[in-house]
């Protein structure tokens, strides 16, 4: 009889026993889906907009923890005065990046097809010869597309300067010397894969002690691709990156990213195809100002 009557209790404690234990896994399952929070709520917001901007965890971290430092014995710091000290920290990083062979007279562009090498060769061209009074010439080692050869021999056209294909390491070597008395020497290179160690490979045999390196990346790439394709390249010396359409996208933490990690300078960024216009040599405070929020090329 005491055994019948406790069985009531016994079956009462066990289901209050399970609903809890639900309850703890709901609870687990809800915090394991909950986005981590790094940082007190007002930096948590300046940070995740870095986040959404695709900055690299670890390079979002690097310029928030010295803000977050700065307001330690700030009670209740405004949103607004962390961005512009995020803001600050970013273009201190960006100063710090000091560009590297300067009057270098032969430049390459390297990168992967569609990231607008050539038509950035030809605005980097148009700006030296109209605002340097430099004597440009052109040299394409692009032979695999019929296509990039025609669209560099017509900027040549435009901009009445000489062109030439190289076909060989040898080639190049010649043309190089053919165009001893010009200022600067372009060289447009193939888009062929950049993942093919032999392309790489041979496009740091044609490097000289008078040459820069400009690796052309496309802002419409996935952060990981963008990164990826520079490391194939970090060892070839005195380069600098080019941003490419800056103008049709809205996340920006890329240049960041191959900026602050690989401490490398931005030398230009452009926003369109228009020659020779839609080229900027952007400053810290610009790229900043595309970060954290304000536009550069509609900025009134």
Do not use: C, W
């Amino acid at each position: 009889e005491r055994i019948e009557n406790i069985t009531p209790i016994l079956q009462e404690h066990s289901l209050e026993t399970n609903v809890l234990d639900e309850l703890k896994e709901i609870k687990q399952m809800m915090a394991l889906q909950m986005p981590k929070q790094e940082y007190e709520p007002e930096f948590e917001v300046v940070y995740q907009h870095l986040l959404q901007q695709e900055v690299e965890h670890d390079v979002a971290k690097q310029l928030m923890d010295p803000v977050v430092k700065k307001f330690e014995h700030t009670p209740d710091p405004a949103i607004r005065d962390i961005y512009q000290a995020v803001k600050e920290e970013i273009e201190k990083r960006l100063s710090g990046l000091t560009r590297q062979g300067a009057g270098m007279r032969i430049i390459q562009f390297v990168g992967p097809t569609g990231v607008g090498k050539t038509t950035t060769l030809a605005k980097i061209a148009a700006h030296s010869m109209l605002k340097e009074q430099k004597k440009v010439a052109f040299i394409t080692a692009d032979t695999y597309r019929i296509a990039a050869i025609e669209q560099l021999k017509t900027y040549a056209r435009i901009l009445d300067v000489p062109i030439e294909v190289a076909y060989s390491i040898q080639d190049f070597n010649q043309l190089v010397m053919k165009f001893a008395h010009y200022d600067l020497i372009l060289v447009d290179t193939a888009g062929r894969n950049y993942r093919d160690p032999k392309y790489v490979k041979q496009l740091f045999s044609q490097l000289n002690q008078d040459m820069k390196t400009y690796i052309v990346l496309s802002l419409t790439a996935k952060p990981k691709d963008i990164m990826d394709i520079y490391q194939q390249f970090d060892h070839i010396p005195n380069k600098e990156v080019i941003f490419t359409k800056v103008d049709e996208t809205r996340q920006y933490g890329s240049m960041l990213n191959i900026a602050l990690t690989h401490h490398i300078p931005i030398a230009y960024i452009t926003n369109g195809q228009n020659v020779p216009d839609d080229i900027v040599i952007p400053s810290s405070q610009q790229i900043s100002d595309l970060i954290i929020g304000r536009d550069l090329f509609h900025d009134t």
